[in-house]
């Protein structure tokens, strides 16, 4: 076989299930720039989200088809299995952009879509790695990824709380599913939080161990905020009436905790790459350090606003522009990557360790 189709095919079958975070951070990056009134970037940032949520849809669907045993490994592996979900978070993030323009019917398709993968992931990635798996190893394979499957829950939340007030007809419904997968989200947040936390604290920590996705913990923190801010606006509904006060006192409890894990992410960033010398390489996984700034700035900008604190919104706006760098930063690092990645001849057939 010809080493460059070789490459390809390597490269197909070790897909990252967690690619999807390209069009989570694409996708949030372009909110953001577009609530700070910079279209002539958020714009052509849609556009990329919606290519890259197309093409990574056909890849998987041809991985599936090509590596279904690959599929298989990687629905149970305790890292790349919460990848899944970030097809679900994906999806979601792009109707939340798409609707901003007032594309309500694809916002629906796509709220639809991620919603049943939301469902059926929930089940099927929770079975697999957690029950599926050693009872004696799933205090050790906790990680960073798992806080993806509480991204998912608020992306769902976020979306329908979006739609709600949108739409003549569901308003109901939709105010329902938001306030049940954003409560969802929530209890699943401090169940994921505490299997970490001790995890890190029973286990020897490794360099190798702090991998980006860390930084999702944040992020889930950031969306939840983002929701709930939406959800707070939602039209009337016995459900909204019932948990509007809730909602509202909870998101600043949030933002304050995903404020508060930002300089400890960044210890550990410094701990893991300057003082242990950890090299600095690309990997899918950065795009989990991607979104969760991003979504801290768009986050901030929407709590600012909804309960009147300018400084949150301040916050949020420089934030923006420090998403917009990192984002600009990764993207570069991933053509690189992925340039050297279809000129060489694969090495093995064994994805790397974290990958």
């Known amino acids: 076989m010809d080493p460059r189709r070789a490459a390809r095919r390597e490269a197909l079958r070790t897909l990252h299930p967690g690619y999807f975070a390209l069009v989570m951070a694409?996708?949030?990056?372009?909110?953001?720039?577009?609530?700070?009134?910079?279209?002539?970037?958020?714009?052509?940032?849609?556009?990329?989200?919606?290519?890259?949520?197309?093409?990574?849809?056909?890849?998987?669907?041809?991985?599936?088809?090509?590596?279904?045993?690959?599929?298989?490994?990687?629905?149970?592996?305790?890292?790349r299995g919460f990848g899944f979900f970030t097809f679900v978070a994906g999806t979601?993030?792009?109707?939340?952009?798409?609707?901003?323009?007032?594309?309500?019917?694809?916002?629906?398709?796509?709220?639809?879509?991620?919603?049943?993968?939301?469902?059926?992931?929930?089940?099927?990635?929770?079975?697999?790695?957690?029950?599926?798996?050693?009872?004696?190893?799933?205090?050790?394979?906790a990680n960073g990824t798992w806080f993806i499957w509480i991204v998912a829950s608020q992306s769902v939340a976020l979306l329908a709380a979006q739609l709600q007030p949108a739409v003549t007809t569901g308003q109901r419904?939709?105010?329902?599913?938001?306030?049940?997968?954003?409560?969802?989200?929530?209890?699943?947040?401090?169940?994921?939080?505490?299997?970490?936390?001790?995890?890190?604290?029973?286990?020897?920590?490794?360099?190798?161990?702090?991998?980006?996705?860390?930084?999702?913990?944040?992020?889930?923190?950031?969306?939840?905020?983002l929701a709930g801010?939406?959800?707070?606006?939602?039209?009337?509904?016995?459900?909204?009436?019932?948990?509007?006060?809730?909602?509202?006192?909870?998101?600043?409890?949030?933002?304050?905790?995903?404020?508060?894990?930002?300089?400890?992410?960044?210890?550990?960033g410094w701990w893991r790459h300057v003082l242990r010398r950890v090299p600095l390489r690309y990997e899918a996984t950065w795009w989990s350090i991607v979104f969760p700034v991003g979504m801290y700035g768009v986050a901030s900008i929407a709590l600012g606003e909804a309960d009147q604190l300018p400084i949150v919104a301040t916050i949020g706006e420089y934030e923006m522009w420090v998403a917009a760098g990192v984002w600009l930063a990764v993207f570069v690092a991933m053509l690189a990557h992925l340039a050297r990645t279809l000129r060489r001849e694969p090495a093995g057939r064994t994805p790397p360790a974290g990958a």
């Open 26 to 79: 694409t996708g949030i990056v372009s909110v953001g720039l577009r609530s700070l009134g910079v279209p002539a970037v958020s714009v052509p940032l849609l556009w990329l989200a919606g290519t890259a949520y197309a093409v990574l849809v056909v890849l998987n669907g041809w991985r599936l088809v090509s590596f279904p045993a690959e599929m298989r490994r990687d629905l149970s592996h305790p890292v």
């Open 229 to 268: 801010a939406r959800m707070v606006q939602m039209a009337d509904a016995p459900v909204v009436e019932a948990t509007r006060g809730l909602i509202a006192g909870t998101v600043v409890v949030f933002w304050a905790l995903g404020t508060w894990l930002i300089p400890a992410l960044l210890a550990a």
């Open 173 to 225: 419904e939709l105010a329902l599913l938001a306030v049940f997968s954003w409560s969802v989200g929530l209890l699943w947040y401090g169940v994921v939080g505490t299997l970490v936390t001790a995890r890190l604290l029973l286990y020897q920590v490794q360099p190798a161990d702090l991998t980006p996705p860390y930084w999702v913990a944040m992020g889930a923190t950031a969306i939840s905020v």
């Open 92 to 141: 979601n993030v792009l109707g939340s952009r798409l609707i901003l323009d007032g594309h309500v019917p694809a916002a629906v398709a796509l709220l639809a879509t991620g919603a049943l993968a939301w469902f059926l992931l929930g089940y099927v990635v929770l079975w697999n790695v957690v029950l599926g798996g050693a009872r004696e190893g799933m205090l050790a394979g």
